[in-house]
């Protein structure tokens, strides 16, 4: 670790009609004569320095649409998916949006083994994309455009043409990143071509759901487009929960099919969510009574699903905003120069009344009659909360050779600023919502008074990087993937907290709650990554590689949080949490090149982890944390008409050394499903109809070890079953049905860390939609 100093001083919703009409301006202006983007069967062609550039946009495509990506979009990747030495799966929107997603969430379930299975620490809950993959917390890594998207906000995919997910460490290619990976978020882009495509959705919970794509050729070299989206929906089988959203997102792009490209992009999107705090885990299997002198509480029946523990207060405002400026040159057919500039503000203000169900807040009036029984809602979680982000990046990829070897090039800087700036807010006076009772809560009360009270914490990091990729070819058998990149941080970090409680600073003579100067410090260092694979090709249609990476995140990395407490990673004082990975994978294209198989060993091993001396209660970065398995995946299509989506992976996370982080005492890692399977497949019937389905599992989970009592230390194997059907009334308009939870699987989709609460799984429950195009 470099330098540490430290400085101690005191411190309306009328969008759905906006989108309507939006939509019917773009009906009437556009030439009816071609679709771009529609949601089921939209296809593009991209030009190969990354142009998008349209020889005429295809009204009739599949039916069962595309799965299948050849390539990433990051100018970091020279090589197609199938030569590139690492787990990657592209998840396209032919692919998500047949399912009915609307989140990065939702899309993700094509990924085995990544999720949000964790839904947060103890009183407070997670929000957004909480996702998890291979073991570990991976929502501070997540991309769009290849820029890194901060904030704790749940993404919507109506301006997405595809998700990426790159599994193993990502580091070398973006920076401080997650020990098991990185999500990349593909935005839409202008086309040459004209036309409109909208989507009308209303399902199960009063949901609704409106989008418009709307693409017009400006010139012959230059295209505009539109992206709206309103929803207002429930949440199936969830009481009062609700999720709110609307967004623009227009850009423009100039000099298409010429040698010098630019994309200007924005986005607005605004939420009104009312959060999820989950349900008591009362009854649930393993649950087992929290007080010694009630033994009948470990009979008491389930709650219902359904019920909300919230109140009418509980919020969830999210505002974000995102511009994107895109430059591409070509040199010439070898040299190519992209940059990337982007500004991104993201404010989010939230208020969730969360539980915990110790013995203490559990009360049995009458022991005999369940319906006296309440719990205490005692945890209102705030959040106020805002990020911003200023990078510029500029990348240069050149082919090339020296003698008999051919290199292709990727090489870059980039320069990026982060702020993150959150305000205390607090139950003041003492005040508290009124005990919920435990089966029949009602969410229309009174009582706490909030606002803030003085606590605050500003992050900044300035990070200057630069980064080396080579191909090497060695004839048409043998190829070499090396790759180097160093980031240079400086972090500048302030506070103020609150005094007392479990994690403030001693009092002295002040009240319980008094704000306190907190940690006023900076750090700065330089953090190397890279990675190495070697490929072999028998074929030009198969490959096998071995690969080897290195990923490191410093602290404060996933927040720009730091802190003063010896037992948090997020201390300056400590060294970055280091993985390092082995995987030995084969992938083949089959059936024409129709469909891509993929098969991967791998091995990630996370050092640095703190780990508490027993007899002197220090803590020490000896700790190892592993996670290795198998990933197998299929992608593409079998025939024409028949279209599939699998994939399958075991997990077997542990800890090497240090303290079990699993509550049943066992070296698991919590939150992660043993083995994970994921899969969707669509047929094409001749007289046009067609079908799909998919099946979903997720294996036994551990929780986080806690002194809660009583509480289930794990959730249970659940498989989970959807199905689809859609039909073209003419070439302009199609209807589909999506079908959820066929069988109204009850199940455990997250819980919190001391188990007194969880998130259930989304009930049965329908959606239709009507897709219009022109």
């Not at 009183?123 to 917390?137: E, L, P, V």
């Not at 982080?661 to 109809?689: C, E, I, N, R």
């Amino acid at each position: 670790m470099a330098h540490i100093t430290s400085r101690k001083h005191p411190v309306s919703r009328s969008a759905l009609s906006v989108a309507t009409a939006t939509l019917m301006t773009g009906l009437a202006m556009a030439q009816p004569a071609l679709a771009v983007d529609s949601p089921d069967d939209a296809t593009t062609t991209t030009a190969p320095a990354s142009a998008k550039n349209l020889a005429g946009v295809q009204v009739e495509a599949s039916a069962t649409g595309d799965y299948k990506a050849d390539n990433l979009a990051s100018p970091k990747y020279t090589q197609p998916i199938l030569d590139t030495t690492q787990t990657i799966s592209v998840i396209t929107k032919d692919l998500f949006l047949q399912q009915g997603a609307t989140t990065l969430t939702d899309a993700l379930r094509n990924s085995p083994g990544v999720g949000t299975f964790y839904v947060g620490e103890n009183g407070s809950t997670s929000t957004g994309d909480a996702i998890y993959m291979r073991g570990f917390d991976t929502s501070g890594s997540i991309f769009v455009d290849g820029v890194r998207d901060l904030g704790t906000i749940s993404r919507d995919v109506f301006n997405t043409e595809s998700v990426e997910v790159i599994k193993g460490p990502a580091s070398t290619d973006n920076g401080r990143t997650a020990p098991t990976g990185a999500i990349n978020m593909v935005s839409k882009q202008p086309e040459l071509g004209n036309g409109v495509s909208a989507s009308f959705s209303y399902g199960s919970a009063d949901q609704r759901r409106v989008t418009a794509d709307w693409n017009q050729s400006v010139s012959a070299t230059s295209a505009f487009r539109l992206n709206v989206m309103d929803q207002d929906s429930g949440v199936p089988g969830r009481d009062k929960v609700e999720n709110n959203r609307w967004a623009v997102a227009p850009s423009f792009a100039f000099g298409l099919g010429t040698a010098t490209r630019v994309y200007l992009d924005y986005m607005h999107v605004k939420q009104n969510n009312v959060p999820d705090g989950g349900v008591p885990t009362i009854g649930l299997p393993g649950y087992s009574s929290p007080d010694p002198k009630r033994p009948f509480l470990t009979d008491a029946p389930a709650v219902d699903s359904s019920n909300f523990y919230g109140t009418t207060a509980d919020h969830d405002h999210v505002t974000a905003d995102m511009f994107t400026a895109r430059l591409e040159h070509d040199f010439n057919d070898q040299l190519v120069f992209h940059n990337t500039l982007r500004w991104g503000r993201t404010f989010e203000d939230y208020l969730l009344t969360s539980f915990m169900g110790t013995a203490a807040n559990l009360l049995t009036p009458n022991p005999n009659d369940p319906s006296t029984w309440t719990i205490a809602r005692s945890n209102p979680t705030f959040k106020h909360q805002t990020n911003r982000i200023l990078t510029d990046q500029a990348n240069v990829t050149y082919n090339f050779e020296t003698g008999a070897v051919t290199h292709n090039l990727s090489s870059g800087i980039e320069l990026t600023e982060e702020k993150a700036t959150s305000l205390g807010y607090v139950a003041l006076n003492g005040t508290t919502w009124p005990a919920a009772n435990l089966y029949h809560p009602d969410s229309d009360v009174t009582g706490l008074l909030y606002g803030q009270n003085g606590a605050y914490t500003n992050g900044k990091t300035d990070t200057a990087s630069a980064y080396v990729f080579d191909t090497l070819k060695f004839g048409t058998h043998w190829q070499v993937n090396a790759g180097v990149r160093m980031d240079h941080y400086d972090t500048d970090y302030s506070s103020a907290v609150a005094c007392g409680g479990k994690s403030g600073p001693a009092c002295g003579t002040l009240p319980t709650g008094a704000v306190v100067p907190g940690l006023t410090t900076s750090v700065s260092d330089n953090l190397w990554n890279w990675k190495l694979g070697v490929l072999y090709k028998p074929t030009p249609n198969g490959s096998f590689y071995v690969n080897y990476a290195v990923s490191a995140e410093p602290p404060g990395g996933n927040t720009l949080t730091l802190s003063s407490s010896s037992n948090s990673l997020d201390n300056p004082n400590l060294e970055p949490e280091r993985a390092r990975t082995y995987e030995i994978g084969t992938k083949w294209e089959l059936l024409d090149e129709k469909i891509l198989l993929t098969g991967a060993l791998y091995q990630t091993t996370v050092s640095n982890d703190l780990v508490q001396d027993p007899v002197t209660l220090l803590y020490y970065q000896i700790g190892k944390k592993r996670v290795q398995g198998v990933e197998l995946s299929a992608v593409g299509k079998l025939t024409d008409n028949w279209a599939v989506s699998a994939g399958f992976t075991t997990m077997n996370a542990s800890v090497l050394s240090g303290t079990a982080v699993a509550q049943d005492g066992s070296s698991d890692l919590a939150y992660t499903p043993t083995k994970a399977f994921t899969s969707w497949t669509s047929y094409l019937l001749p007289f046009g109809l067609t079908i799909g389905g998919g099946a979903r599992y997720n294996g036994e989970m551990q929780r986080g070890t806690d002194s809660a009592i009583g509480t289930p230390s794990y959730t249970k194997a659940y498989w989970v079953f959807d199905a689809m059907a859609s039909y073209p009334i003419n070439k302009n308009f199609d209807l589909r049905l999506n079908l959820y939870n066929l069988f109204d699987k009850d199940y455990v989709a997250a819980i919190n860390k001391s188990g007194y609460r969880y998130t259930p799984g989304t009930a049965r429950s329908a959606m239709i939609t009507a897709n219009v195009r022109f």
